[in-house]
């Protein structure tokens, strides 16, 4: 069974350029959940989806946003980079069902904004 | 503000010896509590879970104890061995969709 697929594995961007990260679930996995990891602010939830509607969002602000397809497979963007989005976006799924909390990580994609 | 808070921030622990990991937590709602463990380059791994109604919980070498009315749960790693050297982190959830709630980590070094 093929785990979640993050892809790119890496970028390097320039600030005020926007990028767009790709996140393939689980087969069968209707819930994406995206979070971003940095040394000083640790894992940060971003946002969570299910069925292609948002269903949680976190404390961050419009540049990031994202969307889920039809095939549950997400993407997310982040627009005008500064150099603070330099992070390791780590993406999630899950069956999304209530009370399932089985999170499969992918293996990220490490942002590098310059 | 940070729901979870985790400790030590790092530990050496020789082979064979036992790791231990606290994690705290203030929100009364959380009902799910994992730990992840995290090598460098790759996405954190689900290594066990525990749900409030229970008060410990072992799988092989890896036992979770939780205490509900401190509102604190552990990750203990016995006979510990070089490869569990990585970054363990513990993770609260709610019925939230998705949004887990992680500490800061702990770096663990097994020693030969």
């Known amino acids: 069974k093929a785990g979640v697929t993050q892809t790119p594995r890496y970028l390097i961007k320039t600030r005020g350029q926007q990028v767009t990260l790709s996140c393939s679930p689980i087969?069968?996995?209707?819930?994406v959940s995206w979070y971003q990891q940095t040394p000083g602010q640790g894992l940060q939830f971003l946002f969570e989806y299910f069925s292609e509607t948002q269903r949680n969002k976190g404390n961050f602000p419009g540049r990031f946003s994202g969307r889920q397809f039809s095939n549950s497979r997400s993407e997310m963007n982040v627009s005008t980079l500064e150099l603070g989005d330099s992070a390791l976006y780590l993406c999630?799924?899950?069956?999304?069902?209530?009370?399932?909390?089985?999170?499969?990580f992918g293996s990220g994609t490490r942002l590098t904004v310059v | 503000q940070q729901q979870v808070k985790q400790s030590p921030q790092s530990l050496i622990v020789q082979k064979g010896g036992i790791s231990i990991i606290n994690c705290a937590y203030e929100n009364t709602a959380f009902d799910y509590f994992p730990w992840y463990q995290q090598f460098p380059g790759k996405g954190p791994a689900l290594l066990i879970a525990?749900?409030?109604?229970?008060s410990e919980k072992k799988e092989g070498r890896f036992t979770i104890s939780f205490n509900k009315s401190a509102k604190q749960f552990s990750l203990h790693i016995m006979d510990s061995q070089p490869g569990d050297s990585a970054t363990y982190f513990c993770?609260?959830?709610?019925?939230?969709?998705?949004?887990?709630?992680f500490g800061a980590g702990t770096q663990v070094v097994v020693t030969p």
């Open positions: 999630a799924s899950s069956l999304g069902d209530s009370g399932n909390y089985g999170y499969t």
């Open positions: 993770a609260a959830n709610t019925d939230s969709w998705g949004k887990l709630q």
């Open positions: 525990i749900r409030p109604d229970v």
């Open positions: 087969s069968g996995h209707r819930s």
